[in-house]
């Protein structure tokens, strides 16, 4: 309590004891997009515990460690309750209409001074369904830039390219119902127990029917320690397992030609490519035994159902998308797709990392997944708007870009919402250089982020429990999230503040939302006919249902929880299409002065940029700072003990922080969590270079030195 500060999650005044809530309102939690449902209990407008809600199917009332406090943060002490704005002696409160009026200011200065596009705006994949349409219809209608893009780029971009090359679609493609009933599971680059938890539930279920797990991580996370098979590959090196693992499979005959023949389109340039990748090379490469090689092609080759689920291990890659393309590969090769217990899962980070992706607030998209670059999507989406289609502005910049655009003078302004760049885009020297060059940033958060203390103008607004909508789970579920108290304070509703912005920059005609149903409604008749459609969603059927799946046309369709049934496919053939990507090495790999490989990700008690968990006490006691871990080995080499303060250096900068001696990671490789800001960010070492199709940087893997600190 001394070392955080004041967080009255610990204890409240007067204790925990608050009598009887006043209500209990069934929602979900924010803090993954496994979107539990919990009932959160309000007593005189706060947020004062919670009730497990054993109804909601996906997890009859469990809770990670994360879930059970997740209402915690509701009366912290940073909440921000009114405007902030920038002065000599820092920031002082302000009224709504100064705060507004300074934004609309000086956005209307800049794009009179250096043009429309000079302005960008970053949103968040953690916020509504209803907020992602509506940051992308601001953007686009009121501001009339092309540079918006949001903090999924730093999430799940590779899978979503991924899938719409290999399938024509982006999402899971079964529900996690499916996971159970396979009898083979590969699980690659995903720390499933710590960063999606609940779904280690389904998975335990899988290996209580008789399944056998193979874990593909250079860690040994807490899902591989029960896993059947652990390929520890060498960071950077996933394409080259998966080709190998192909390899194997192919020359076995361990592969479905018949579905290949009749519902997918390229495998023989992926014949061929696999064919240099023996067990033997591709240890070479890996790291991997050969005879775990072998023996993962046999399990998955052989299996009766299975399942494909990956995550960011193999996606924050300057390969990312290739790295899923070619597991894609693996499930398209044994047909087990599209059936009960066999399919693939792509697994989300954020609280609404899929719905976040899906509604037109990334540069290259429009509403119900449309195209910004197709002309037949363009004029739909600018009739339904009532602009002209000229006036629609093209594809902009991916949000990595628009930080160095900032950094470059190209972008002056920025408008930013539930984003924490500084926290979580590699190399943050380079993001807080860009930061102090911007002419204006208005910021709108609940809490004032890392990057918010580099904003003119911080307008303060409203927590999930705070407002009402929709979210879309990592299996394509839309459900539900109910409002449960009143914004604190002065804070307003994000969407809002939104509004008020844009009715203030003179489109107030296409701006009269009067709440987020309206919204909603808007949002699903602007998807009517996309690839996402969700016209025939509405509020009542998604609580009636307990969530609806897209695509969802019409009313009366039931939705569509398992996708590709009978080998079917999104592409306009109907086929899926293999990808022959030749593997190749990362931007920066390991040499003689950097000798050992880097990589990040998170601990199970926090979340994302830690903004909101690390003001949870009861959650920042579980793990309260970043440690390095090392493995033994590695550690005597280097002269290192537990607990020792070790620098670990790239060429971006370094980072100190106390070693954790492990022998669940590779001996030749580093790990340290990134969750924390300033000193602690494992970000000022990691590399920004980004995947060439997704532009997601390549968060896992760069080259490093370690030392003990003196
Ligand atoms: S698994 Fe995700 S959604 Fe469920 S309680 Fe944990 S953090 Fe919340």
Not at 129 to 156: H, P, Q, S, W
Request: net charge negative; hydrophobic share 35%.
């Amino acid at each position: 309590m001394d070392r955080y500060g004041p967080t009255p999650a610990y204890t409240p005044e007067g204790g925990w004891e608050m009598g009887e809530p006043d209500k209990l309102v069934k929602t979900h939690c924010c803090f993954c997009g496994v979107q539990c449902g919990i009932q959160l209990k309000v007593k005189e407008n706060k947020v004062i515990g919670f009730e497990p809600w054993e109804e909601f199917p996906v997890n009859e009332g469990k809770l990670c460690p994360k879930g059970v406090k997740r209402y915690m943060q509701n009366e912290h002490p940073d909440r921000l309750k009114a405007p902030l704005m920038r002065s000599e002696s820092g920031f002082r409160e302000a009224d709504w209409d100064e705060a507004l009026s300074k934004t609309v200011s000086e956005i209307q200065r800049v794009q009179q001074t250096y043009g429309k596009d000079a302005v960008a705006f970053l949103g968040g994949a953690s916020m509504t369904n209803e907020k992602a349409y509506l940051n992308g219809k601001f953007a686009r209608v009121a501001l009339g830039t092309r540079n918006i893009d949001y903090n999924g780029r730093l999430c799940m971009v590779s899978a979503g390219a991924a899938n719409k090359m290999a399938f024509g679609i982006d999402r899971s493609a079964n529900p996690w119902e499916d996971i159970p009933k396979a009898k083979v599971l590969i699980l690659a680059g995903t720390n499933v127990a710590e960063c999606f938890p609940i779904l280690t539930d389904y998975i335990w279920r899988a290996r209580d029917n008789g399944a056998k797990i193979i874990v593909i991580d250079p860690r040994i996370t807490p899902i591989a320690r029960t896993a059947d098979l652990y390929l520890p590959v060498r960071p950077g090196r996933d394409s080259a397992l998966a080709h190998g693992i192909l390899h194997v499979m192919i020359e076995r005959g361990w592969i479905d030609e018949t579905f290949i023949a009749e519902h997918t389109n390229g495998f023989d340039e992926v014949r061929e490519l696999v064919k240099e990748y023996t067990p033997e090379h591709t240890e070479k490469l890996t790291g991997v035994p050969a005879k775990n090689i072998i023996a993962a092609a046999e399990l998955w080759g052989t299996a009766e159902t299975s399942m494909l689920l990956h995550a960011r291990g193999i996606e924050h890659h300057t390969k990312g998308v290739e790295n899923v393309l070619s597991y894609i590969n693996l499930v398209l090769a044994t047909g087990r797709i599209g059936k009960p217990g066999s399919g693939y899962g792509t697994i989300t980070g954020q609280g609404n990392g899929q719905g976040g992706r899906e509604h037109g607030q990334r540069c290259n998209q429009l509403p119900g997944g449309r195209d910004i670059n197709n002309p037949e999507h363009r004029n739909h989406i600018a009739d339904f708007w009532g602009i002209n289609e000229p006036d629609l502005p093209g594809e902009g910049l991916t949000a990595c870009e628009i930080i160095d655009a900032i950094e470059e003078g190209k972008i002056k302004a920025l408008v930013s919402i539930s984003f924490n760049p500084l926290v979580s885009i590699p190399d943050s020297a380079r993001t807080r250089a860009a930061l102090e060059k911007l002419e204006h940033f208005t910021t709108i958060d609940f809490f004032l982020s890392e990057t918010a203390r580099h904003a003119d103008v911080v307008l303060a607004g409203s927590l999930q429990e705070e407002d009402e909508g929709t979210v879309t789970t990592g299996e394509g579920r839309c459900v539900r999230l109910r409002n449960s108290v009143s914004p604190a304070g002065n804070a307003r509703l994000d969407w809002h503040i939104i509004q008020d912005l844009a009715q203030r920059l003179g489109a107030a005609d296409h701006f009269n939302f009067e709440n987020a149903g309206e919204i909603f409604s808007e949002l699903t008749r602007a998807s009517a006919g996309g690839p996402i459609d969700y016209s025939g969603m509405s509020y009542e059927r998604i609580e009636n249902e307990m969530g609806v799946f897209w695509p969802c046309p019409a009313p009366e369709h039931p939705g569509t929880p398992r996708l590709f049934e009978g080998g079917q496919f999104a592409h306009p053939d109907g086929r899926a299409k293999f990808h022959a990507f030749p593997y190749r090495p990362p931007d920066e790999d390991v040499d003689a002065e950097y000798p050992i490989f880097f990589t990040s990700g998170r601990v199970v008690s926090q979340y994302l940029s830690g903004t909101q968990t690390r003001r949870i006490g009861a959650l920042v006691d579980q793990y309260p700072e970043p440690l390095c871990e090392i493995h033994p080995r590695l550690a005597e080499r280097l002269g290192i003990g537990e607990g020792d303060r070790v620098r670990v250096s790239t060429r971006r900068g370094d980072i100190e922080v106390p070693a954790q001696i492990v022998k669940s990671i590779r001996p030749d490789t580093v790990f340290i969590p990134y969750h924390w800001p300033g000193k602690k960010a494992a970000n000022r070492i990691t590399n920004r270079a980004l995947d060439p199709i997704s532009k997601i940087p390549e968060f896992k893997v760069c080259a490093c030195k370690v030392e003990r600190a003196q």
